[in-house]
């Protein structure tokens, strides 16, 4: 290989890349830690982008470093490459390696990096082994010529260049939210999107009442999973977050009409094929392209109109309620607010806003501030596992709100399976009198 004197950039294929002999891990490089969840995603998007016909799988971009004429060391891609040379390493049938999946596979690496190595094989491993052997071959193939890269490489003596473009694509990288991901994958099953369903997109991104991040964050995510009894609380090495982060992505790509048939689908077939709009609701399954940017729509709206518009959530709570908890701008209610306003929001989903009396707008708001009135101080968690599991102050027994609601068939049925002696048989007003007292303090 030449030394190269420019940068130069252009598209190539994985096995162009991989075939390169001289390609090396340097040895500043961060530890391996694509997870099994990443194999999965690129292993999935890829089978569906094939049975589209779609030619082509671009794999984002990669900044490979000339360091000299015997090594061309990897600036950004490794978790890509790496990947994907572990398939090599399972379908390659016994052939000899390319030298570049040689090289990668052959380095020196930490144990973490080992750990996620041997769990991605097996993951490549497990996933293959759904497939005929017919499929596997065709998608190794296709891997290998159909999904392509943009290839920045730069000169010998750029090094320090090559970094500050590594540093500017992980910082642009960093502002393209899991939301912004959701419309590349969707708009990719649309033939022609129209140009209203970018635009509303894009006036919904932008908004400065309701932008359409919050609307992923701290509604359709945190709905979706409570109803399942699923917290979305997502642990960290310090702590934990309750966020819609790329982690969850899958949550919201939903299923393709086209290419899927199962029982549960069969009323959308039906009502596709008659040409009539889907009836939206927050807990419906995610189905692909158009009808994903429809449910968005009407989620939008549920929210702003109901809520960020003008808080009509509050109309049937009393003035004292409303003067002191939702326009005092006091922060420290903005979680049991949430609760409030998200199992509020799930009702007139389900049943509509004509079903919203006193009774149901109280029992909420009784159920979401319980929490408030009995702990010194409430964190993301506590609200996740008081919604979704039942739990609170790590003891058990208090009702999973979001599934009782989701479990009943009218709006009187909701009211009736609440248990008022599970929070102290408080009403609206002994919640707001104790709240109150609080702040005395």
Known sequence: METKTEVTVSIKSIDEILQERNLKIPDYQRPYKWERSHIRNLFYDIRETISKGINEYRIGSIILHAKDKNNLEIVDGQQRLLSISLLYFYLNEKKSLPQGVANLLSNQFVEISLLHAK?????WKSLCDLIKANEQKHLFSYIKNNCKVSVIEMPGNNLSEA???FDSQNNRGKSLDPHDLLKAYHLRSINRPSEQTIKKWELFINDEIFPLKELFNKHLFRIRHWSNGDTGITRKKHGSELRFSERFIDDFKGVSLVNESYPYLYLYEKLKENNID???SLNMPIIDGEAFFRYIEYAYSLFYENFYKRNKLCDKLSDNIRNHIFESGNNKFTRNINLYVNLLTLFIDRFGEQYVDK????ITFVWAFYPRVIAKLIYDSTIANYASGGMFQRKPGYQKMFQVLMSAVTPRGFVA??????????TADGIIQKLMEGDKK
């Open 119 to 123: 769990e991605n094989f097996n993951e």
């Open 163 to 165: 970094f500050q473009l």
């Open 278 to 280: 889907f009836p939206n």
């Open 359 to 362: 009774e149901v707008s109280e």
């Open 417 to 426: 399976n609440i248990n008022t002696d599970i929070l102290n048989n408080f």
